[in-house]
Every structure is written in structure tokens, then in C-alpha cells.
């Protein structure tokens, strides 16, 4: 019971300090705050489900993280392929137009979304990690890659991000 | 030596080990062209990370009581059916070692033998069924519909039943044991993948529905339409329908 205790109170502390960053990291892959925050929080309760912390809690977190938002994925591409397989009335329609301010920034945000998703997968979670604060350790440890090769992708990464924003933004002109 | 681009942007990163980082800080100190390299990284660095920031929105609030108590709440609902499996497996196991010729029975013999006689003793009571008290339900979707329904799984299952219930709430909800199905939506349609999926499912429709239809595949194996049901076995004393969801499924016209 006492070990119990201890182990809810470890758990509250990585919810402090991890939680902000690790929804943050969501919401910039999925794009989807709602979703984000799900994730997130399913995460803190798998992290429960263990009854022991990590050695490694952060890349623990974002790994179980990651795992769920792929099968999230993989659930919306079946999804879509039910809708698209029975004919049927079109869905109702969305929000009600944003103002002015509003607007330039979802137009800003689209575009960044845009470039961010032009690179492949890995490079976008390199690049969201990274500027999450990982270590390229830690980093290696989530991607499954070389430590070595952190640095390098990083490199890459970034240039073919600003690349693509610059393509679209200019494009958009 | 000149650092390459890769340590450069390490260095940048903070991430090179002490001795690494005090080498390359030494160069930046004699090597204008390196400072000028550092420096267009790191200016890299920075506008990837303000063109990230532009897609951020606050951090929901969440109470990380909220998640505990989600974890206890799981890990209660597991072990009501662990143990209840636990007494099962107990009975079934008695049950076989009371048949003369079983292998448990021999086996036990065999043990009883092995630590000096011991008389094992059949229950007298004959295997009770168990079922779960409660169910544990990973997915499931909720629609406030018209007045027509329609529920579509996109194929048979080997095993499975749709638990249909009528209630008075005015939303339709189907939900699951099974975290691998999937569930969409449209207007007055619940549309179910359940590829691969052995589970059942519990099905709750307004009373008030004039016309609710649910399909398998290409058959239909429920309609009501007013009072009139066709396609199933009468209900069960609760008024719930239990409909399968295996392949010997007859069309209803």
C-alpha cells in the first residue's frame, strides 16, 4: 500500500514536469489538440499501469506516446475507408468562418503544418524532439537510431524543414 | 581542423561531451569562418524553432488525480474477471479430476500417491457458470439520430452477438470490449470495421426510433420498423435482442 503511495506520488512528478512538453510534441505531430491531449493523458495512465518508473522516464513517455498516436492513425485510414465504402449523406458542415486575426494565423499555422508534413516521418519526430529539449540520446533511444547519426539527420532535417516553408510560403504569394 | 557541419550543430545543441565541447569552443576562438558556420546553424536552429511555435495551442488543464483514478478504475474492472476466472479454472479443474478416468484425476493420484495417500474428494455440486459482473468496454461511439438508424458491420465474425437494448435516452451508442474496432459516423448511420474482431457488442437505440436496421456484411439481420420487428428470436425478459454476428445468417426480406 505504502509502495503504492510512493510510486502515485513519482507518478504526479513526471505528470509535472513532462506533461506540458509531451503534449506540446503531440499537438505539433498530430495537429489535433484534442487528440493530443487524449494521447497524452493515456500515456500518464499506461505510465500508472506499470507500477514501477521507467529508467528512462521522458523517452518512456514519448515512446508510448508515439505508439499510440500511430495506432490512432492506422484506426482513421480504416475509418476513412469504411465511410468510403458505404455511399451515404454528406457529413454536416464545419465551424463558422474565423475572424481576420484568426484567419492569418490558421493560414500561418497551415503552412507550417504543410511543410512539417512534406518531410518523412522520422525527420519530423527528430525535429519535434529535438526542440522538445531531448538529448540526442534520448532521441536515439525513441527513433531507434544511431546516436552517432542524431547530429547528421538534425542537419538535414532542419534545412529540408525550412526548405519546405519557404517553398509553400513563397508559393502562397 | 575545421569541425564539420555535425559537430558544429551538436556544439550548437549543447550536446557534445565536455572535452569535445571545450575543443571546439577553443577553434570558435581563432576560426572566423567556423563562428560564421556556427552561427548560420544556430540562426537555423532558431527559426525552426519559431516556426514550430506557430503551431501550438495551450496546455489543457488535466488533474493528474483524474488519471490515477482512470488507472485504479481499470485495474479494479481486471481483477473482477481475473478472479472470477481464477474460480473457474478451480471448479473446472475439480470437475475433471471427479471423472474416474480423466488424465487431472490420474495425475493427481499420481501426487496424492507421491505425498502419502492423500484422499482427494469430488465437489458435490455440479461447475457453475460464471459470467462477468461487469464488462470491460475499450471503444465504443454515441449518435443522436433522426428517425431512422441503420448499424453496419462490415463483415461476419466467427463468434460474437450484438446486445441490442431499446432505452429512453435520446442517443444511440454500440461500444465493445475489442480496442481494435473502428467506428465512423454519418448522419443516421453507425458504420462498424470489425475485421479480425471475436467480441460482442452492446447496442443502445431510442425507443422512439421509427425505423432502425442492422446489417452484417450485405445482410440485414435486424429491422424494426414502428412496432414491428423482424429478422431475430424474440427478446430475452429484460427486452434486450441478442443478435449474432457469425456467418450462418439468414437474409430477411
Redesign the interface.
Known sequence: MRRRSEF?QL??RL??EH??SL??YL??LS?D?EL??DI??ET??RL??RERVPDDPRAWLVTVANNLYRDDRR?AR??S???A??P?????TSAPPAPDAALV?QE??AM??A??ERLHQRDRRL??L??EGF??REIAQVLGVAEAS???L??RA??A??AA?REGHGASE | MHPSDTVLAAYVDRQLAGSDDAAVRAHLAECAECVQRMRQLDAAVREADELLRRLDHPVPRVDVRSLLARDRSRRGRRVGPLAAGIVVACFAAAAAAAVPSSPLRRALERVAGAVGGVEYEAPASPVPRTTPSRREYSGGVALVPGRELEVVFRRPQEQGVIHLAFGDEAQASLRSPDRDVVYAIREGQILVDNTRSRASYELTVPRTLHVVRIRVGDAVVFRKRGGEVTGVPQPDSTGTYSIPLTPSLRRTP
Open positions: 502515485e507518478v504526479q505528470f509535472e506533461f506540458g503534449f506540446r499537438d505539433r495537429g489538440p493530443a491531449a497524452a493523458q500518464f495512465v500508472c499501469e484506426r480504416r475509418r475507408l469504411l465511410l465504402r458505404r451515404g449523406k454528406a457529413e454536416p494565423r500561418e499555422r507550417v503544418r511543410a512539417l525535429l519535434l529535438r526542440h538529448t540526442y542524431v547530429g547528421t538534425l542537419v532542419t534545412a524543414f525550412r516553408f
